[in-house]
């Protein structure tokens, strides 16, 4: 039986296992084109960890079109030094090292520049900036740039490359998908005219590096919307590409512009979300084939392989949570890894928010050249109050740096706001980070007291207290139902319901509302423009499909004005009476509840706040914020 730790052959490279890490631009890079030693130390770790074979992000054929900022690329012979000494860092721990080769052509942030970028046909890009089609005459260049491109990278010591072509996004993308290819010419039309292009670059790639140098081709076994590629046309294209040259196929799947969701998929998509595609692949493929998305757990991505469903796994945002998973896959230590529930938030909302990506779970991804777990020389015993996400965190960090810390929990659960967080069916797997990290308080023998709310006198036979208990919702009167109590099961309404407040919190209890009362009729009041604030965009067009299916109503840029008399809102500058609802639920947000934390600094012991309890934010605040105390006792 082939393992997912046996040795993979691609052309000619060896992988000591079938492993690879997918890329995934988080924004580490600067405008030189080469990685930084913020952008080593992340790949770095990964290679520690033991995967096979890292894709380091988008490298763009053209140093003058970049994608998404400040993106990789050879500028000169220089660059290619100073890439060849990264690769040989990268090769030291065994770990092959290919780029992800592109021309972002309709993705490229050219126009800030006051260049338009190109694209197979005119058309608005996924920034909604118009893009201009490429001229047949300017086609040989651009092949000769994915070709040279291409031999930079043998030079820099590479050990292949993966051509990008999925998702009708980017260059190749965009000639290869209907739905952006509207040419007339030879590069447009059918199937085979549309994939000219492709074929062409294959080719010229092949010519100018030899066939000793594998090209692995990013595609989308479907693109899983009406008018895109089938699985049907995918199957076409294969026996032309081997012919071509293509040494192995990374399934995914999706068109980027449509479905993000199915390109990142998070809550509430399916894991191997594009397996069914793979397998009818595999079965007319002579060379390996490998599956992305959303292969978030040790035994799916073990069982994979063993079952011969594909040839080797692409771990994306998995090696993001824990850069070891490879590691601790092969040693079946599955409960000990950091797990990736398709949130988002770190990785992806970061860098909505021009900040760097990094990870919930996971706050040393991003900054490991800063942050080290260095052993603690301290004998201070160390009280955390509260055991949600982020007192479990700090728990862990502090007993990993040999501190002696116990956790103290008011209620019977661990798990905090996460506990309502995962209460509806798409992000149940929420969950798992708690179950990680109670497992990891279990196998660290961290003492975890429940039903034990803290009260000053606790906290005399310690040293160091962390405070970190929570938030308290918002209402507008001591008997008004919250959010909170909902997705707490402290209430059951059904009927006809009002939910104050469309952010994140309000949507998620509008939903479970619906799926314990499918007879149910919500309406939602939001101030903003639209509901759901705070979700990443991926995890957002999963949530608004799923709403349009219930029987919810979302009323945006509508104030409540009083719920005497019927409900009065304001709309536009105007009054308006929605009549009377069964029920309303209040979901406006919550205060930080400081005051055990004031209450026990009065005491003179060393304390500290965070979370919730200090300033309302989400889980990878709190996360962040503990460990970074951790570290510093």
């Known amino acids: 039986m082939t393992t997912l730790f046996d040795e993979l052959k691609i052309g000619s490279m ?18 030189t084109g080469i990685p930084t030693l913020q952008e080593q130390a992340y790949w770095l770790e990964r290679a520690k960890g033991e995967v096979g074979c890292i894709i380091t992000d988008a490298t763009s054929v053209d140093p003058n079109t970049p994608y998404l900022g400040n993106t990789l690329c050879f500028r000169s012979e220089e660059s290619i030094l100073e890439y060849k000494k990264f690769t040989d860092k990268i090769h030291a721990y065994g770990t092959k090292i290919i780029p992800q080769i592109t021309h972002p052509g309709p993705e490229s942030i050219s126009s800030f520049f006051g260049v338009t970028p190109i694209s197979s046909s005119g058309y608005l890009n996924s920034m909604y900036q118009q893009t201009r089609e490429l001229k047949i005459e300017e086609i040989p260049n651009i092949i000769s740039m994915y070709a040279n491109t291409s031999y930079q990278a043998k030079q820099a010591g590479f050990d292949g490359i993966e051509l990008h072509c999925a998702h009708g996004y980017m260059l190749l993308g965009s000639f290869l998908s209907p739905l952006k290819n509207k040419r007339t010419d030879e590069y447009g039309g059918n199937l085979m005219h549309r994939a000219r292009l492709l074929f062409e670059v294959v080719e010229a790639i092949k010519s100018k590096c030899g066939d000793d140098f594998p090209i692995i081709l990013r595609m989308s076994g479907s693109e899983k919307i009406p008018g895109g590629n089938t699985i049907e046309d995918t199957l076409q294209l294969i026996p032309e590409l081997e012919k071509r040259g293509v040494d192995a196929f990374e399934i995914s799947g999706g068109s980027q512009y449509e479905l993000p969701n199915k390109i990142m998929p998070s809550h509430g998509e399916e894991c191997a979300t594009n397996l069914k595609e793979a ?20 035994k799916l991505a073990r069982s994979l392989v063993e079952e011969e469903k594909v040839d080797g796994i692409v771990l994306g945002r998995a090696l993001l949570a824990d850069p070891d998973f490879v590691k601790k896959a092969k040693e079946h230590k599955d409960a000990q890894i950091a797990p990736c529930t398709g949130c988002l938030a770190g990785c992806v909302g970061q860098q909505t928010k021009r900040l760097y990506g990094t990870c919930v779970i996971n706050p040393f991804c991003g900054h490991e050249m800063e942050i080290k777990i260095e052993p603690t020389v301290s004998n201070k015993k160390i009280m955390i109050v509260g055991g949600g996400i982020g007192g479990l965190s700090t728990a862990r960090m502090c007993s990993l740096r040999g501190l002696d810390v116990e956790v103290f929990e008011k209620s019977d659960v661990l798990g905090g706001q996460i506990n309502l967080a995962s209460k509806i069916t798409p992000k149940k797997e929420m969950h798992k980070w708690i179950d990680y990290l109670e497992n990891e308080c279990q196998r660290l023998h961290i003492p975890v007291h429940l039903n034990h709310e803290v009260k000053v006198n606790d906290v005399h036979n310690f040293d160091v207290i962390l405070v970190c208990n929570g938030s308290i919702p918002n209402k507008p009167n001591g008997d008004a139902y919250t959010a909170h109590d909902i997705l707490g099961d402290k209430v059951d309404v059904h009927g006809n319901i009002l939910v104050v407040g469309g952010g994140m919190v309000g949507v998620e209890a509008s939903e479970y509302i619906c799926e314990k009362h499918p007879d149910a009729h919500v309406t939602i009041l939001e101030m903003k423009k639209n509901i759901g604030d705070g979700e990443s965009p991926a995890n957002l067009v999963s949530t608004m499909t799923r709403i349009q299916s219930l029987p919810i109503k979302a009323l945006t840029e509508t104030k409540l004005v009083s719920v005497e008399d019927g409900v009065k809102v304001e709309k536009g500058g105007e009054t308006q009476n929605l009549g009377k609802f069964d029920f309303i639920v209040y979901a406006t947000g919550s205060k930080p509840d400081p005051s055990l934390y004031e209450a026990i600094r009065e005491t003179g012991k060393e304390t500290y706040l965070f979370g919730d309890a200090s300033c309302v934010a989400q889980a990878l605040e709190a996360v962040r914020d503990g460990v970074n105390i951790a570290l510093k006792l």
């Not at 060896?14 to 405008?31: C, E, V």
């Not at 595999?282 to 040790?298: D, R, W």
């Open 14 to 31: 060896i992988l000591k296992n079938r492993t690879f890490m997918a890329p995934m631009s988080l924004g580490y890079g600067d405008q």
């Open 279 to 298: 397998l009818r692949i595999k079965e007319i493929s002579h060379v390996p084939v490998l599956l992305v998305g959303k292969i978030n757990e040790a």
